[in-house]
C-alpha cells in the first residue's frame, strides 16, 4: 500500500513559482524505485490532465506541451519524494494538483501513456491571478 500527500500548493500572480511535494509512506519491505510518479491537475468541470511524470527506476521525465520548459518534475529515491518545480505560473496553470503512483513496474523510456496509477493523493490547491 502506498500514501501520497501533496503539499506546496498556494496563491500566486502570474510569473510566479510554487513547488509542489508529493511523500510516499510505504509498507513494509516496499520500494519506490521503479514506479512510475505522476502529477495531473483537474479544473471542476473539465477532464483531469496529465502535467508531468517520471519514471524512478531510470529518472526518464515526460512534460505535457503546455507545462515543457516552465515545469521541472524530479525524484529524491531516499526521501521517498517527488517534486514538482512550477515557474512562470499563468493563470491557466491554476488548478487542483493531485500526485500518483503507479505499482512497481519496469519501463523502457518514459511513463507517458502508461495507465493504471494505483494510488492517488488528495491534492493540493494551486491559484495563479493575473
Known amino acids: 500500500q502506498v500514501q501520497l500527500v501533496e503539499s506546496g500548493g498556494g496563491s500566486v500572480q502570474s510569473g510566479g513559482s510554487l513547488r509542489l511535494s508529493c511523500a510516499a509512506s510505504l509498507g513494509p519491505g516496499d520500494t519506490f524505485r521503479n514506479r512510475c510518479m505522476g502529477w495531473f491537475r483537474q479544473v471542476p468541470g473539465k477532464e483531469r490532465e496529465a502535467v508531468a511524470n517520471v519514471y524512478t527506476g531510470g529518472g526518464t521525465t515526460y512534460y505535457a506541451d503546455s507545462v515543457k520548459d516552465r515545469f521541472t518534475i524530479s525524484q529524491d529515491n531516499a526521501k521517498n519524494t517527488v517534486y514538482l518545480q512550477m515557474n512562470n505560473l499563468l493563470p491557466e496553470d491554476a488548478a487542483m494538483y493531485y500526485c500518483?503512483?503507479?505499482?512497481?513496474?519496469?519501463?523502457?523510456?518514459?511513463?507517458?501513456?502508461?495507465?493504471?496509477?494505483?494510488?492517488w493523493g488528495q491534492g493540493t490547491q494551486v491559484t495563479v491571478s493575473s
Open positions: 500518483a503512483a503507479s505499482s512497481r513496474k519496469l519501463i523502457v523510456g518514459t511513463c507517458h501513456g502508461m495507465t493504471g496509477y494505483a494510488y
